[in-house]
């Protein structure tokens, strides 16, 4: 008997368009002695951190500070062993990259960015505070329980959201992998306590944390190519979590594919979800690859969304959406 699934509902009336789009680029421009490139090359996740907006990448060591209305960053390095902070096909290294996919801002203002968990490699976190320069924190543990917990992993994980909730962490599982061993990929969240979460980190992730309440989603498809969750993050004063997913015709977790179309979402506090397409001002589809999402701290019907192009010549954008009808 195969397994009930939440299936996301299009809602009617709603519209969510991208109002502008900004390429991000590093005001300091590039640098070989810190192997930075000229801009921010793969944006995977957004919070807000220090008054601008924290842009993690999946394939560059560096967090870029942005400013959205801009688009201009600050670069800041993360450590490294050997000094290289660029990892993709052209320089041969992809699976060194810790594939930082998403990233939030904890209660007591420190960032945390997670790793996908999809190689050995990812298996790790990145802390950062306002005191403390950023450090990795390894985290075998807790990706071996997300794993093993297949109704959130299905056939390959692939933590791509995370968010606090409540008095949860909220995790978001990408169901973009290959199929495996009889399982099939997943899209699911998992919510974790945020009190043991803490003490855990706090400990460098020696003690065990147990699996919480998870739920696997079904969030459609466009032109045959199913949607996968791309970031969550907490609705402001909603009582709800949003969410950005995109529908890429990837293989397995490991390599990249074509977008046929992006998508903004909900999740409501009975667990139901919607989503709905983004577009253009025409009403065109928007087939940029949404990664990360954060809301406007100014105003409600926006929120920044971070687009990577999965090019390495080319910078992320970071795009303007208009909420209308939510």
Known sequence: MSEVRVVARRPAGVRVVVERALPMLYAEGADLSTDRPAFVRAGSGA????????????DTAFIALVDPATGMAHAVPLPVSDGVR?????????????????????????LVAFGSGS??????????SESDPPRWVAAPALYAMLRAETRFSGSEIN???ATVFGASLRLFNRGNGAPRDGMAPRDATMDLPLEAFLALLDEGFAGE???GPTTPYDLGCIDGVPFGFTDGVAWPNRGRVAFSAAAEASPDTFHDGACAGAAFG?????????????????GSPFNGKIEGLAFDEGDPTRVWAVVDADDEAAPSVLCALRLDGI
């Open 47 to 58: 919070t807000w951190f220090r008054g601008r907006l924290a842009v993690v990448q999946d």
């Open 159 to 161: 933590v791509e959201g």
């Open 209 to 211: 944390l147990h699996p």
């Open 266 to 282: 909900w999740i409501d506090a009975t667990g139901e979800a919607f989503l709905t397409p983004v577009t253009l001002a025409d």
């Open 119 to 128: 190689t050995a490699a990812r298996e790790r976190l990145l802390v950062w």
């Open 86 to 110: 660029q990892f993709g096909e052209s320089r041969g290294n992809k699976a060194r990259k810790a594939d930082l996919e998403s990233v939030l801002t904890l209660p007591d203002g420190r």
